[in-house]
């Protein structure tokens, strides 16, 4: 079982900044990939991006985004940069222990709000 809490969310204007952090507990972080999602009221969930060893991104972050990871603080961060009120939603982190990124192989964190003002 792996526990997963998220912070760094908050109310910010566009153009601003913000890191989120994700801090796992319970088991060997350092062989989990991990990813973060975004849910906007109304609409789907999104990847945004994920980390194994090189992280990888979803189209729309367009290199305003990064994803790194300490293994020895078994935390996994997601930095924001431009943010625009297009990415408010909740952000949520998983861990991937099973064979996919279904639910049933995935940890979830409880997820941290962003709210990008214009």
């Known amino acids: 079982q792996v526990q997963l809490v998220e912070s760094g969310g908050g109310l910010v204007q566009a153009g601003g900044s913000l890191r989120l952090s994700c801090a796992a507990s319970g088991r060997t972080f350092s062989s989990l990939p991990m990813r973060w999602f975004r849910q906007a009221p109304g609409k789907e969930r999104e990847v945004v991006g994920t980390i194994m060893w090189e992280p990888y991104y979803g189209d729309f972050v367009k290199g305003r985004f990064t994803i790194s990871r300490d293994n020895a603080k078994n935390t996994v961060y997601l930095q924001m940069n431009s943010l625009k009120p297009e990415d408010t939603a909740v952000y949520y982190c998983?861990?991937?222990?099973?064979?996919?990124?279904?639910?049933?192989?995935?940890?979830w964190g409880q997820g941290t709000q962003v709210t990008v003002s214009s």
């Open positions: 998983a861990a991937r222990f099973g064979g996919s990124w279904s639910e049933r192989d995935v940890y």
